[in-house]
T-cell receptor
């Protein structure tokens, strides 16, 4: 059974600092998705990583995928309060499927 | 119109009631999904419809009954629910190819917060 694990589960960080969230998954996958969820809100798509070595950046967030290590990272640069949210990674259950398995989420809190 | 619209936003019901959740997508997608989000648990996939055909029910109890009358609408019919069914129910849609993988992310609605008394 595919397992998707994120760490840390909770992250409290000061504005201006850098940090990385990790997403490990237990079976082979050729793609990975990152989402953001604000309290009481829907999930918003951040990144779609489609191949080994893929790197995507949007503002202060940068995501990468290493399919051989079954690892994705979400790096936060110079955090600001607006980045406070819960971040989820998701992996397809197998090849050629749209059925996603989500990680447990990382709750990020950025304080002044 | 937002991409994926869910109604109602909040629902409180007794265990003997029957209610339905509605989801509508305005993105022209051909696949729709129901997820359950409980506190301290990962998002759980409940039902999948590709090209209007159900392809997954993921061992969901029969007190949850999905309906997909067309590619833009998805319902979740609820009856005799249990307290542990209280959760946020999220609908999503995506565009998939014949092999069902997708280079595009799933788009989520705002969810229905369900409370079972």
């Amino acid at each position: 059974e595919l397992k998707v694990e994120q760490n840390p589960l909770f992250l409290s960080m000061q504005e201006g600092k850098n940090y990385t969230i990790y997403c490990n998954y237990s079976t082979t996958s050729d793609r990975l998705y990152w989402y953001r969820q604000d309290p009481g809100k829907s999930l918003e798509s951040l990144f779609v990583l489609l191949s080994n070595g893929a790197v995507k950046q949007e503002g202060r967030l940068m995501a990468s995928l290493d399919t051989k290590a079954r690892l994705s990272t979400l790096h936060i640069t110079a955090a600001v309060h607006d980045l406070s949210a819960t971040y989820f990674c998701a992996v397809p259950r197998s090849y050629n499927t749209d059925k996603l398995i989500f990680g447990t989420g990382t709750r990020l809190q950025v304080f002044p | 119109e937002t991409g994926v619209t869910q109604t109602p936003r909040h629902l409180v019901m007794g265990m003997t009631n029957k209610k339905s959740l509605k989801c509508e997508q305005h993105l022209g997608h051909n696949a729709m999904y129901w997820y359950k989000q409980s506190a301290k648990k990962p998002l759980e996939l409940m039902f999948v419809y590709n090209f209007k055909e159900q392809t997954e029910n993921n061992s969901v109890p029969s007190r949850f009954s999905p309906e997909c009358p067309n590619s833009s609408h998805l319902f979740l019919h609820l009856h005799t629910l249990q307290p542990e069914d209280s959760a946020l129910y999220l609908c999503a849609s995506s565009q998939v190819g014949q092999v069902l993988n997708s280079n595009q992310p799933q788009h989520f609605g705002d969810g229905t917060r369900l409370s079972i008394l």
